[in-house]
């Protein structure tokens, strides 16, 4: 499989080949949802807390008598229905960890991964050596018609690119070795440079 390259003027610079075992998978989206839920379920703290009846102080007197005052009957200022009352199946800490193993991951990433350049989203430059500014990095996109959210991928960390993309809100800047199934999904274009993609390429074997 191949692929162009392009500059960051959007020119088209060179042809590469693309391992298939990385580019040339079919799509799962059963896979692909696993790895995604399973990504976002871990990114939940999980320690959100209320209280219950039982916890919330006070409210240990009868408010009033049972017949006779024309009021509904209560047995507790600290129900749920009063305020400053207890919480109903009051939220508790626990933990939402789910696992996937490094088979099912992998395969999820590579299946997306293919997936972006199958429907022309994955666009490979042949370097991120930008200036730090947001004016460039605008360019740069219109350049290459990348648009919306984007997920710029580059070999190693690159101080330059992440200033010159830091103020545009709906693009973001990783590297390659924590490039994850979840950034794939949802971005709307995959900007990588060629290093990575290399990158990308050695740690499938």
Known sequence: MQTKVYNLEGQEVEEITLADEVFGVSYNEALIHQAVVTYLANQRQGTK?????????????????????????????????????????????RDFEKKLNAQMRHGAFVSALSTMLKENALIVVDNMNIEPKTKVAVKVLDALK???????VTDEVNSNAIRAFSNLPEVSVTTANILNTYDLVNSDYIVITKD??????????
């Open 49 to 93: 807390s209320t209280l219950t009846r039982a916890e919330v102080a006070g409210g240990g007197r009868k408010p009033w008598k049972q017949k006779g005052t024309g009021r509904a009957r209560q047995g507790s200022i600290r129900s749920p229905q009063w305020v400053h009352g207890g919480v109903v199946f009051a939220p508790k800490p």
């Open 146 to 152: 990348a648009s919306r959210k984007v997920t710029v």
């Open 196 to 205: 990575a993609v290399k990158k990308l390429e050695e740690g499938n074997r």
